[in-house]
């Protein structure tokens, strides 16, 4: 078999891993790479030949598939209303909230410090211009920017 658990970590096969990133129960795609300074949180998942730069956040409830582009310092989000305790003042646990998946479909790029927001998906080969907020679908074969991120053309 090509791939090997290492704490709740299924890696593929050359994939490249860099100092000081925190991976938890998450699945990494042959031939990908994951920068420095990156976190990504347990039922993640990595296609194959990813880039994640560096202090990237990637969050529980997100698939990424493969030869995606992910630029430095990008955050993903899985909960539209945060919250620290529950109704009755006690700090959330996993049962107070329920996670919003987010999907990134094969070739979309995105650019550095750009914010995705939950529940939407990155159309294939899509571009998310960087600083961009992603509050929407992005099509497929489209660049978006801004903030939030609108259709600036079509590929």
């Not at 990504?40 to 990637?58: D, E, P």
């Not at 939950?118 to 600083?131: D, K, L, Q, S």
């Not at 509050?135 to 903030?147: E, L, N, Q, R």
């Amino acid at each position: 078999m090509d791939k090997r658990n290492l704490n709740n970590v299924t890696l593929g096969k050359d994939v490249k891993i860099y100092d000081f990133t925190n991976l938890y129960g998450c699945n990494i795609g042959d031939n990908s790479k994951i920068g420095c300074f990156v976190e990504i949180q347990k039922n993640a998942t990595i296609g194959k030949n990813v880039k994640v730069s560096s202090h990237t956040f990637i969050c529980e409830g997100v698939t990424i598939e493969d030869d995606v582009f992910i630029g430095h310092n990008v955050s993903f989000i899985n909960d539209k209303f945060p919250r620290s305790t529950n109704e009755g003042g006690a700090l959330q646990t996993e049962t107070d909230w329920k996670i919003i998946p987010t999907l990134v479909k094969k070739g979309a790029s995105i650019g550095t410090s750009s914010t995705i927001l939950c529940g939407i998906t990155i159309g294939e080969r899509a571009i998310v211009g960087a600083g961009s907020v992603v509050t929407k679908d992005v099509p497929p074969y489209t660049i978006v920017a801004g903030v939030p991120a609108r259709v600036r053309r079509k590929l």
